[in-house]
């Protein structure tokens, strides 16, 4: 049935916020060197893991032993949260003088604004509330585990533990680079920052993340974008109440601020992938609608593998993507390319 809409109201979206801290950094590094998983994926070699860990304090190597078990790291972060934390002093003095129940109910992952009563339930040690959440989380990868540790976790422990593996870290990574992580962190900080009224929050949020499409969704009022190096070239996920937090990785200019000649990555592989005219056609199809793999290739009259071999680049730069089944050209990363062309001069 056609409708014919006469409403004057916009379709609401989410305002961006963008904030950094080396502390984010340091917690986000306590993450990456216990997610065995994942580490072969990240930007620095596996070779500077390994020799990182081998260069650690035992101390430092048992509290990370500890993280890996328990994804203690996802405490951080959300304690972290919790206000704009000056320095690592302010942030342990915080842990410190919290009570019991409310560190509980902070390191408990937010699950959705109709659950919280739940999540403060569970944090006051009702079991029933723990399991609860624990049936809700179930198909996540460590949700369910991390909840029943932390609601039975013996309190005087727990902070010691978050306590000391931050301090611990910082101690033997962070402080010795500090000044160079701050500056790269700010420089990103302030570009993302200065974009805020010039692009709309969806457009910037898919720029500053490298190609994430963000879509407005219901209850998350706002979208909180932090700048880390660590995690490179991974974006990481988040949800604390009414928000989506963004990890996002820095850009390439913004680790070499003294450079103003070296561009975005993400601009080197869209005018790269636009650079070649079967990929340009293999747009143009994407942009009139949505296609599979079959039909581009019966329109173009190119052997599926060729097909297949341009569509991967396209993908690699963000500029393509595939939703239920068919590629479909990203939009708004295509439109971003001349803001993100003049940023670049201009910068």
Known sequence: MDVLNHSSRKRET??????????????????????????????????????????????????????????????????????????????????????????????????????????????????????????????????????????????????????????????????KDSYHLQTILKTDYEMKKKMLDKMPPEELVEWATGGVSYLPEPSVHNVLLIPQYIYRPWNIEADIEGTKVFYYPISNESITPNDQYTPNNFLVLKHKALGDEVRLRIVKLLYEHDRTLQDITEKLNIGKSTIHHHLKILRAAKLVEIIDAKYSLKRIALDMLSKELELYLNQ
């Open 14 to 175: 989410y305002q961006v916020h963008v904030t950094q801290s080396v502390l984010w950094e340091c917690a986000l590094g306590i993450a990456a060197i216990t997610n065995t998983p994942i580490i072969k994926t990240l930007e620095k070699p596996a070779d500077y893991w390994e020799e990182l860990k081998e260069s650690l304090p035992v101390g430092l190597l048992a509290e990370l032993d500890f993280v890996s078990i328990k994804n203690t790291w996802k405490a951080l972060l959300q304690l972290l949260h919790k206000r704009d934390f000056h320095d690592l002093g302010e942030f342990t003095s915080y842990i410190q003088t919290l009570p019991m129940t409310e560190l509980t109910f902070i390191c408990l992952p937010f699950i959705g604004s109709k659950y919280q009563e739940i999540r403060r339930r569970a944090s006051l040690g009702e079991e029933s509330a723990m399991k609860e959440m624990m049936k809700l989380t179930s198909d996540h990868s460590f949700f369910p585990n991390y909840i029943e540790f932390i609601c039975q976790a013996n309190g005087k422990r727990l902070k010691e533990h978050l306590i000391n593996v931050m301090n611990f870290w910082y101690e033997a990574i962070i402080e």
